[in-house]
């Protein structure tokens, strides 16, 4: 009786080698584009508390300082006007069962909207912000190159005048 003939195994080749990072891409892009991103998170995250806040509390009258008009100017800038939650997307599973007892016999109350509730979303809320955080990043690396370039010019209107100052310190 003859045994079965066994192929060889076959090898795989060596995957390839992914390219090295330049010492720039290292030492500037990444942690730009890091920077960038918990920027942008901590701006989606200010606004999701600013629109919490102002969804549970009776309605405020406007701002009478200047820094609360201007905030609220920057804020209209920025973001635009929600009328519902910011995540009306984020179905929870309940929502469903919610829909099929109001189309049944049982008729809900009409215009009766699903709250919102942070405790009890987290990772969609997480998923959602995060993916609104990647939308808005690259308008907050834009934002940080005009920053960094007015902070440059500043600098150096600010270092010529010293040493124009120095120079004709004594005459």
């Given amino acids: ?12 080749p060596p995957p390839p080698e992914a390219p090295k990072e330049s010492a720039v891409v290292r030492l500037f892009i990444t942690p730009i584009t890091f920077i960038s991103f918990l920027l942008s998170l901590a701006l989606i995250d200010s606004n999701n508390h600013h629109l919490r806040t102002h969804s549970h509390s009776p309605s405020r009258p406007p701002p009478s300082t200047f820094l609360g008009r201007l905030q609220q100017f920057f804020h209209s800038l920025i973001f635009k ?57 690259k308008w907050v690396l834009v934002f940080m190159a005009l920053l960094g370039l007015g902070m440059a010019i500043g600098g150096t209107v600010v270092v010529r005048w010293c040493l124009w100052f120095w120079r004709n310190w004594g005459r």
Avoid: C, N
């Fill in 81 to 137: 006007k929600v009328e519902e939650s910011p995540y009306a997307y984020v179905k929870s599973p309940d929502a469903k069962e919610g829909e099929r007892a109001r189309s049944g016999t049982r008729q809900g109350k009409e215009g009766e909207k699903e709250p919102w509730h942070w405790h009890t979303k987290q990772r969609h809320l997480m998923k959602a912000e995060m993916d609104d955080a990647f939308k808005v990043r």
């Fill in 1 to 12: 009786m003859s045994s079965p003939t066994r192929s060889p195994p076959i090898i795989s």
